[in-house]
């Protein structure tokens, strides 16, 4: 079965710290990749997402992505992380065809960044 | 605004009960889902549904069932068969609206409700 794997449960941070979160997953075939993420008392929302063409990928606030697809691998990153980017991030994927309706999520990383 | 609502936010029940949690939509969106957050576990999909009046099961429905009798809703009722109901559902739901041909990918989330057994 299809599975995602995010390396670390917990990161503390301080401000201007770089950031990068793991994630691995285990499906072979073409997949579509996303990172959600949840600010405290929010929704979850949709921070970026990869499909096809360039593996690097921005998102919103200035967080970035990249697919490595040899090491099945989509981590998240942020060169300085900013004490606002406290939250849940979730790693998720989603594998073609046919499988658009189900997206797998991993566990999550709960990042707090210290002032 | 455009959105999902969930209701209600917090809800607590006794054991042996059943409990419906409300999932309402105005994006015009085919595709609902409904999913549970555990700490630690991430999201794990319940059930979700492509179009009016069908819905499949996702990793976890034992003991949930739903209903998609309108575009808009998609009703999820949390059975006693339920072993270990306590958590937090969300509610999602996705374009393309009809006859769209590529999935944007994107879910879009309701604030969620906190269900507790006591």
């Known amino acids: 079965a299809q599975s995602v794997s995010q390396h670390n449960h917990h990161v503390i941070l301080s401000e201007a710290a770089s950031l990068e979160l793991g994630c691995n997953y285990s499906?072979?075939?073409?997949?579509?990749l996303f990172w959600y993420v949840q600010y405290p008392g929010q929704h979850l929302q949709l921070l970026l997402k990869?499909?096809?063409?360039?593996?690097l990928v921005k998102g919103i606030k200035g967080f970035e992505a990249e697919f490595i697809k040899s090491k099945f691998s989509f981590n998240l990153r942020k060169p300085s992380v900013q004490w606002s980017d406290t939250a849940e991030y979730f790693c998720?994927?989603?594998?073609?065809?046919?499988?658009?309706?189900?997206?797998?999520f991993g566990a999550g990383t709960r990042l707090a960044v210290h002032p | 605004d455009g959105g999902i609502t969930q209701s209600p936010k917090y809800l607590f029940r006794k054991e042996g009960q059943n409990v419906t949690l409300s999932c309402e939509q105005n994006l015009n969106h085919d595709a609902m889902y409904w999913y549970r957050q555990d700490p630690g576990q991430g999201l794990r999909l319940i059930y979700y549904?492509?179009?009016?009046?069908?819905?499949q099961k996702g990793d976890i429905a034992e003991g949930y069932s739903v209903s998609r009798e309108k575009k808009e809703s998609f009703p999820l009722t949390v059975t006693s068969a339920q072993k270990n109901p306590t958590a937090f559902y969300l509610c999602a739901s996705s374009a393309p609206t009809s006859g769209r041909a590529i999935w944007s990918g994107e879910l879009f989330f309701g604030e969620g409700s906190r269900l507790t057994v006591l």
């Open positions: 998720a994927v989603t594998s073609l065809p046919g499988g658009y309706n189900k997206l797998i």
């Open positions: 990869y499909f096809s063409g360039d593996p």
């Open positions: 499906y072979g075939g073409t997949v579509n």
């Open positions: 549904s492509q179009i009016v009046n069908d819905f």
